[in-house]
């Protein structure tokens, strides 16, 4: 017996067919090696200190997303391993993981880490700092009193979509949603957007600027700034955010804020958890 296909139904197939090719063609896959700092206690997350991946990722120290929890069977913090990553445009995350040599928990040299004096809270003045942006020109935080701020903090050459990427698309985001609401904000120049890079030897302004246009920042409300890498230090520890460079890796965590027109705090974003809609709500707290 003999199937009779509608044109409709053929064509509906062949597209399934191309999305399903472009959506595996966009991602990539990865040889990951290294040693296992943490394992998360959702079993969704793995802490490595992975060897450079050639043609993608200088050598560092990071959390990597897992999906399959199965990944993580007999992994634990000491052990060497070796596995896959995939990435794409958005995502990325470990596939497979394989114990190559069990090994002792790591233990960490508190003597590196640069003490919180004070770790701000809603309300608390911000403190000052002095920057150099995209184009050279020093400034310091306060010259934009009277206006909402908000920042991050990246990396440039950190290329997990997870992670700097992520803050930076997020910023894309916030700014588009802002424009549709609050568009007259930009027109007074009442918002300020400032991305602030802790790999101040790299990041020069030439770097930063390329950057920004390569993701076609407005230069006009986004800023892209840097400062000695110890100022930059003190500074970030106050939103919490921490780093620090051993050996050529950059080891990093997650901080995004919202500073008041009079310089206090209004929020802070910690990890990657939140949403720009979550980042415009508190930008018209604080602007309002």
Request: with cysteine; proline share 6%; hydrophobic share 40%.
């Amino acid at each position: 017996m003999r199937r009779k296909w509608s044109i409709g139904a053929i064509l509906l197939l062949l597209l399934t067919s191309l999305l399903g090719c472009r959506e595996r063609a966009s991602e990539r896959t990865y040889a990951i090696r290294g040693r296992v700092v943490a394992v998360a206690a959702n079993r969704q997350s793995v802490t490595l200190a992975h060897e450079e991946i050639p043609g993608y990722m200088k050598a560092m120290t990071m959390p990597f997303p897992i999906k399959d929890p199965r990944v993580l069977e007999g992994v634990e913090p000491g052990d060497e391993v070796e596995g896959e990553l995939v990435v794409t445009e958005e995502e990325g995350w470990i596939s497979r993981l394989r114990v190559v040599k069990k090994g002792e928990p790591p233990t960490w040299d508190r003597s590196k880490a640069l003490p919180i004096e004070y770790l701000l809270n809603p309300g608390d003045d911000v403190p000052d700092i002095a920057l150099t942006d995209q184009d050279g020109r020093t400034f310091r935080l306060s010259e934009w009193r009277g206006k909402t701020i908000v920042l991050t903090f990246i990396f440039t050459r950190c290329p997990f979509p997870n992670y700097c990427p992520l803050m930076t698309r997020r910023f894309v985001e916030a700014q588009e949603a802002l424009g549709k609401r609050r568009a007259e904000w930009f027109q007074q120049d009442r918002v300020r957007f400032l991305t602030l890079s802790f790999d101040p030897e790299y990041d020069t302004p030439a770097v930063l600027k390329a950057y920004g246009e390569r993701w076609n920042a407005d230069f006009r409300h986004w800023t892209f700034a840097t400062s000695p890498a110890l100022e930059m230090a003190r500074f970030g520890a106050s939103f919490g955010l921490s780093f620090w460079t051993e050996g050529g890796t950059i080891t990093h965590n997650l901080a995004t804020a919202v500073i008041r027109p009079d310089g206090k705090l209004q929020a802070v974003f910690r990890g990657n958890e939140w949403t720009a809609l979550d980042l415009v709500r508190e930008i018209e707290a604080a602007t309002r």
